[in-house]
């Protein structure tokens, strides 16, 4: 049957994330851009609505709710909404419970989740893109190779957000080079592990707010049982796909929330005595905005729905983050060309959404749904 | 709860339509694009199968009324006409849009009829083929200056006026003709009604030679003293003071433009699937996957015209899944003819491009596709009104704010 309705329970979901977007992430976004960092207590009041030990089952201390890729989708684009990079920052911890809740074995749920249904945020995170410039995330050259009772990490990774803080990190790394997303494996490293060598922050164009660190592994040793899913393995193109699902529903959030602030200001600013809005050439600009925001959106639904009903949503995924990735560098660059000069200016959020937006079509993995 | 999966009725919808695009559509496209103006026999059969299941479509409230009254729950969506005709609607334009529009029965005057007509205007109409005309020499997207005339004389109203670009108007049996009652009321003024072809004063003046849909005809109609009967008017004879009756004739709209957003999705879709055959025929290969930097340039483009057609039938389907469910969808109706209207455009352009001198020949269909999907950028309201009224809803203006 088809239907654009969120369901009841998703709908209140959707209000109490947005609500959290407009009271807290929005009003801090840009000192966490300019301080280069997130204050915890923003990390502490995101912790306090429980989206996350939502998902965990009532055995490993969570709430038990359904893991649904949709509502995850809906989540993602309302908090992206209010700033991408507190967005990631904030759902930084899935990036490793997701996987674990997904395709651990019974002794990995029982030892991680629990950790993540605390009344702290944790910090966890994962570690997959590489820094170079013909990276693919089914092709990572860092490796592991087994020895004995031990897999032996070898690797150089970039994007490891809050690597600095994390207790929890999973390392993805390929069993032998050239084998596609079926011979990459998550191995799952904690802090301290010794060859696990914490790097420098990395700065980029946007997401400044958001601490990214270089990780390398040098003979980095972890125990078997360390590997997702354990001797099975995990379902690495699965958690690709959920990634860009993510990053598309992250992407209709931006793009929403630069055509709204333009849509506002367009009507505001009046230029040879009325509202630049009325001049079909501003107007047709918010207009295309609305329906790119708009198909983003769907795109993104239609590949979490495929998601949850455990189909193979490879191409869906795929051709949602392609989309996203070029309307969204499209929508931002247009929020801060309707500002005009004023768009150039930090006092406006649109030129970091154009900066933040730019990283989209680049980077995968850093957000699951 | 949001879910993208056809019930088995619409599934049956779209089987049988594919199976007639595929069939009997496809074989003869090319036929009938070089014949303009030959009526296609081959379709004829569609029009016993359009009027059956508009005979169905009619009967059902009245069973349903019959029905103590379930209450619906929230969660619970209709899937109704406008859902089933989008989705029957790609396959047949899939097949050959031009033929599509030729089915007899399957006019936009009976779109029209279907939406505001009364029971009894419903029975006597049945099974009639009906054409819109809307369209004067002098009134294309500002159809609200329409000059054509009908004036009440007796039990009778007297229609005068000249129309152009009426789609099947050589082949219909009735046409749904807008006219004013009283030019100085403007757009208050203007209603609609059903005029039978063989009236006396009916004449097709002209036919026009297309760049393509040439298997539809494409009629000029002048009304000089035509009468009809008092109640062959289409809603309300009252002026009412404000703008009501129009935008009532202009609510059509939000049910026809999803159809023709599907029409482009179903062209463009035949064209990127036959580019991509072709293409792999010559050893391209198309992966799901991969880094900018490792697609090719050809492999890159066809991915992202995907993801193109992917999101024209998302925006159709949501546009055509409110108006099935009685949600006022004007701005998205106009925001899925927008999208789909321009990327079809592209895609079928792009796809001509792509097979180099083979797809500028005759010989395949590619370049007739190009042609063929270029009108739904353009009728049931442009490219610039679809982003007018989606710009308008958008930031809340009326047409003096935003021109």
Same mark, same amino acid.
């Given at each position: 049957m088809i239907s654009f309705q969120p369901s009841e329970e998703q709908g209140q979901i959707i209000d109490m994330v947005r609500r959290f977007a407009a009271d807290i992430v929005r009003p801090n976004a840009r000192d966490c851009e300019e301080d280069k960092a997130i204050p915890d207590d923003l990390l502490a009041k995101f912790w306090e609505l429980g989206l996350i030990a939502n998902s965990i089952p009532e055995d490993c201390g969570g709430y038990g709710f359904e893991r649904s890729a949709v509502t995850g989708a809906l989540i993602s684009e309302e908090l992206a909404y209010g700033d991408l990079a507190l967005a990631l920052a904030m759902l930084s911890p899935t990036l490793f419970a997701y996987p674990i809740l997904e395709m651990g074995t019974e002794e990995q749920k029982k030892k991680y989740l629990p950790g993540f249904c605390g009344e702290t945020f944790k910090f966890a995170t994962s570690a997959l893109m590489e820094a170079r410039v013909t990276f693919d995330p089914t092709d990572v050259k860092a490796q592991a190779r087994r020895e004995g009772a031990e897999y032996v990490l070898n690797g150089e990774k970039c994007l490891v957000p809050f690597a600095d803080r994390a207790d929890l990190f999973l390392v993805f790394a390929a069993t032998a080079p050239g084998t596609g997303a079926p011979g990459i494996e998550g191995y799952i490293v904690e802090k301290g592990t010794e060859g696990l060598q914490v790097g420098e922050r990395e700065k980029y164009m946007g997401l400044n707010a958001l601490p990214l660190y270089r990780v390398a592994l040098a003979e980095c040793k972890v125990p078997? @049982?360390?590997?997702?899913?354990? /001797?099975?393995?995990?379902d690495f193109q699965r958690i690709l796909n959920l990634s860009r699902i993510s990053w598309t529903a992250m992407a209709t959030g931006v793009c929403n929330a630069t055509k709204d602030y333009a849509a506002n200001y367009a009507k505001e600013r009046v230029q040879f005595g009325e509202p630049i809005a009325s001049r079909q050439a501003i107007a047709f600009m918010l207009a295309d905005m609305a329906i790119e925001t708009d198909a983003m959106r769907f795109l993104a639904w239609k590949a979490a729905w495929l998601a949850d009903r455990r189909e193979d949503c490879t191409r869906e995924a795929y051709l949602a983050k392609l989309y996203a990735g070029e309307y969204a560098a499209r929508i931002t660059d247009n929020g801060v060309q309707v500002l005009g000069g004023h768009g150039y200016i930090r006092e406006h959020p649109v030129e970091l959404w154009f900066r933040n937006g730019r990283g989209i079509e680049i980077i995968d993995g850093l957000a699951i749904v | 709860m949001i879910d993208f999966e056809l019930p088995p009725a619409l599934k049956m919808v779209k089987d049988f339509a594919h199976g007639v695009a595929r069939d009997t559509f496809r074989p003869i496209a090319r036929k009938y694009d070089e014949e303009?103006?030959?009526? $296609? @026999? @081959?379709? $004829?059969?569609?029009g016993p199968i359009m009027a059956q299941r508009s005979s169905e479509r009619r009967k059902k409230p009245k069973k349903d009324a019959d029905e103590p009254k379930k209450p619906r729950a929230e969660t619970e969506d209709r899937i109704g006409a406008i859902m089933s005709t989008v989705v029957g609607s790609e396959e047949f334009s899939w097949g050959d849009a031009g033929l599509l529009l030729a089915i007899p029965g399957n006019g936009l005057g009976n779109a029209a009829i279907a939406a505001v007509a009364t029971p009894e205007q419903e029975e006597r109409f049945a099974g009639k083929f009906a054409a819109m005309a809307i369209t004067e020499p002098g009134s294309g997207s500002d159809s609200g200056s329409i000059s054509t005339t009908a004036v009440l004389d007796g039990d009778e109203w007297v229609i005068n006026g000249e129309k152009i670009f009426v789609t099947d108007g050589k082949q219909c049996d009735i046409v749904v003709v807008w006219a004013t009652v009283d030019k100085s009321a403007g757009k208050a003024g203007i209603k609609s009604f059903v005029v039978e072809?063989?009236? /006396?004063? =009916?004449? =097709?003046?002209k036919l026009e030679h297309k760049m393509g849909i040439r298997a539809s005809d494409t009629a000029s109609i002048v009304f000089e003293d035509v009468r009809i009967p008092k109640d062959n008017i289409l809603g309300s004879p009252e002026v009412k003071t404000k703008t009501e009756g129009f935008k009532g004739v202009m609510k059509t709209f939000d049910n026809t433009r999803p159809i023709v957003g599907s029409m482009a999705l179903g062209i463009a879709r035949a064209a990127l699937e036959f580019t991509k055959e072709k293409l792999e025929e010559e050893g391209f290969q198309f992966r799901y996957g991969l880094n900018k930097c490792r697609l090719g340039a050809i492999e890159r483009e066809v991915l992202v015209m995907e993801s193109e057609l992917e999101a024209m039938r998302l925006l159709i389907w949501r546009a055509a899944w409110m108006g099935d469910n009685g949600r006022a969808n004007a701005m998205e109706a106009s925001m899925s003819k927008a999208k789909a209207g321009r990327m079809g455009s592209e895609i079928t352009r792009r796809c001509v491009a792509l097979l180099g001198p083979m797809g500028y020949s005759r010989e395949w269909l590619v370049e007739k596709w190009a042609r063929d999907c270029k009108i739904n950028d353009i009728y049931e309201g442009t490219q610039q009104i679809q982003q007018l009224v989606v710009a308008r809803n958008l930031l809340g203006y009326s047409r003096a704010q935003l021109k």
């Amino acid at each position: 049957m088809i239907s654009f309705q969120p369901s009841e329970e998703q709908g209140q979901i959707i209000d109490m994330v947005r609500r959290f977007a407009a009271d807290i992430v929005r009003p801090n976004a840009r000192d966490c851009e300019e301080d280069k960092a997130i204050p915890d207590d923003l990390l502490a009041k995101f912790w306090e609505l429980g989206l996350i030990a939502n998902s965990i089952p009532e055995d490993c201390g969570g709430y038990g709710f359904e893991r649904s890729a949709v509502t995850g989708a809906l989540i993602s684009e309302e908090l992206a909404y209010g700033d991408l990079a507190l967005a990631l920052a904030m759902l930084s911890p899935t990036l490793f419970a997701y996987p674990i809740l997904e395709m651990g074995t019974e002794e990995q749920k029982k030892k991680y989740l629990p950790g993540f249904c605390g009344e702290t945020f944790k910090f966890a995170t994962s570690a997959l893109m590489e820094a170079r410039v013909t990276f693919d995330p089914t092709d990572v050259k860092a490796q592991a190779r087994r020895e004995g009772a031990e897999y032996v990490l070898n690797g150089e990774k970039c994007l490891v957000p809050f690597a600095d803080r994390a207790d929890l990190f999973l390392v993805f790394a390929a069993t032998a080079p050239g084998t596609g997303a079926p011979g990459i494996e998550g191995y799952i490293v904690e802090k301290g592990t010794e060859g696990l060598q914490v790097g420098e922050r990395e700065k980029y164009m946007g997401l400044n707010a958001l601490p990214l660190y270089r990780v390398a592994l040098a003979e980095c040793k972890v125990p078997l @049982e360390n590997r997702l899913g354990g /001797p099975g393995g995990c379902d690495f193109q699965r958690i690709l796909n959920l990634s860009r699902i993510s990053w598309t529903a992250m992407a209709t959030g931006v793009c929403n929330a630069t055509k709204d602030y333009a849509a506002n200001y367009a009507k505001e600013r009046v230029q040879f005595g009325e509202p630049i809005a009325s001049r079909q050439a501003i107007a047709f600009m918010l207009a295309d905005m609305a329906i790119e925001t708009d198909a983003m959106r769907f795109l993104a639904w239609k590949a979490a729905w495929l998601a949850d009903r455990r189909e193979d949503c490879t191409r869906e995924a795929y051709l949602a983050k392609l989309y996203a990735g070029e309307y969204a560098a499209r929508i931002t660059d247009n929020g801060v060309q309707v500002l005009g000069g004023h768009g150039y200016i930090r006092e406006h959020p649109v030129e970091l959404w154009f900066r933040n937006g730019r990283g989209i079509e680049i980077i995968d993995g850093l957000a699951i749904v | 709860m949001i879910d993208f999966e056809l019930p088995p009725a619409l599934k049956m919808v779209k089987d049988f339509a594919h199976g007639v695009a595929r069939d009997t559509f496809r074989p003869i496209a090319r036929k009938y694009d070089e014949e303009e103006h030959t009526t $296609a @026999e @081959e379709i $004829a059969f569609m029009g016993p199968i359009m009027a059956q299941r508009s005979s169905e479509r009619r009967k059902k409230p009245k069973k349903d009324a019959d029905e103590p009254k379930k209450p619906r729950a929230e969660t619970e969506d209709r899937i109704g006409a406008i859902m089933s005709t989008v989705v029957g609607s790609e396959e047949f334009s899939w097949g050959d849009a031009g033929l599509l529009l030729a089915i007899p029965g399957n006019g936009l005057g009976n779109a029209a009829i279907a939406a505001v007509a009364t029971p009894e205007q419903e029975e006597r109409f049945a099974g009639k083929f009906a054409a819109m005309a809307i369209t004067e020499p002098g009134s294309g997207s500002d159809s609200g200056s329409i000059s054509t005339t009908a004036v009440l004389d007796g039990d009778e109203w007297v229609i005068n006026g000249e129309k152009i670009f009426v789609t099947d108007g050589k082949q219909c049996d009735i046409v749904v003709v807008w006219a004013t009652v009283d030019k100085s009321a403007g757009k208050a003024g203007i209603k609609s009604f059903v005029v039978e072809k063989d009236r /006396p004063g =009916v004449t =097709v003046t002209k036919l026009e030679h297309k760049m393509g849909i040439r298997a539809s005809d494409t009629a000029s109609i002048v009304f000089e003293d035509v009468r009809i009967p008092k109640d062959n008017i289409l809603g309300s004879p009252e002026v009412k003071t404000k703008t009501e009756g129009f935008k009532g004739v202009m609510k059509t709209f939000d049910n026809t433009r999803p159809i023709v957003g599907s029409m482009a999705l179903g062209i463009a879709r035949a064209a990127l699937e036959f580019t991509k055959e072709k293409l792999e025929e010559e050893g391209f290969q198309f992966r799901y996957g991969l880094n900018k930097c490792r697609l090719g340039a050809i492999e890159r483009e066809v991915l992202v015209m995907e993801s193109e057609l992917e999101a024209m039938r998302l925006l159709i389907w949501r546009a055509a899944w409110m108006g099935d469910n009685g949600r006022a969808n004007a701005m998205e109706a106009s925001m899925s003819k927008a999208k789909a209207g321009r990327m079809g455009s592209e895609i079928t352009r792009r796809c001509v491009a792509l097979l180099g001198p083979m797809g500028y020949s005759r010989e395949w269909l590619v370049e007739k596709w190009a042609r063929d999907c270029k009108i739904n950028d353009i009728y049931e309201g442009t490219q610039q009104i679809q982003q007018l009224v989606v710009a308008r809803n958008l930031l809340g203006y009326s047409r003096a704010q935003l021109k």
